[in-house]
């Protein structure tokens, strides 16, 4: 029976593995930031749209960087405000409420350039809510990315759509 030098054969094999497996790690560490973000980002949503739902952002006459301001306050400080957009429409019903995906316009320098909407309604108007925020992400390893801008962010979009109480 021969005997083999088995020394080092443990390090080959942890090289062998060791880029697959931390490209793995990565892509999980970036994909739970991402749906932790989402996460907080329909929080904030939800807190902002109750202002215009129960009417006191129109009854105090609430302007469009106000309302950013309060929203903004509410998200954890890893999310820049600066990365953050919103669109506030009015639907006449609930089937004319739009549910496609947003089209994104871009100027020469990859940024956004789309002029969104800031419509509180009155009592009783459906109202359609949508907080946008666009999310740095580092590519990994192997290719990973889940960039889905021209910038190379990420777009992470909270919904809602309510109808507004009578106040």
């Given at each position: 029976m021969l005997l083999r030098n088995q020394r080092g054969s443990a390090i080959i094999e942890?090289?062998?593995?060791?880029?697959p497996f931390i490209a793995l790690l990565?892509?999980?560490?970036?994909t739970t930031l991402t749906m932790f973000t989402q996460q907080v980002l329909e929080t904030?949503?939800?807190?902002?749209g109750r202002s215009i739902r129960t009417g006191s952002a129109q009854t105090n006459g609430t302007s469009q960087s106000t309302f950013k301001t309060q929203l903004c306050a509410?998200?954890?400080?890893?999310m820049p405000c600066d990365n953050v957009m919103f669109d506030i429409r009015i639907a006449n019903s609930l089937?004319?409420?739009?549910?496609?995906?947003?089209?994104?316009?871009y100027d020469n320098a990859a940024n956004v350039t789309n002029m969104w909407s800031y419509q509180l309604g009155g009592p009783g108007d459906i109202v359609i809510m949508r907080v946008m925020y666009q999310m740095p992400v580092i590519m990994g390893p192997l290719g990973f990315d889940l960039a889905n801008m021209?910038?190379?962010r990420r777009l992470l979009v909270a919904t809602s759509v309510f109808k507004n109480e009578t106040y």
């Open positions: 942890f090289a062998i593995i060791a880029a990565l892509a999980i560490m970036q904030t949503a939800e807190k902002s509410t998200l954890p400080s890893y089937e004319d409420v739009d549910s496609k995906a947003i089209s994104l316009t021209k910038n190379g």
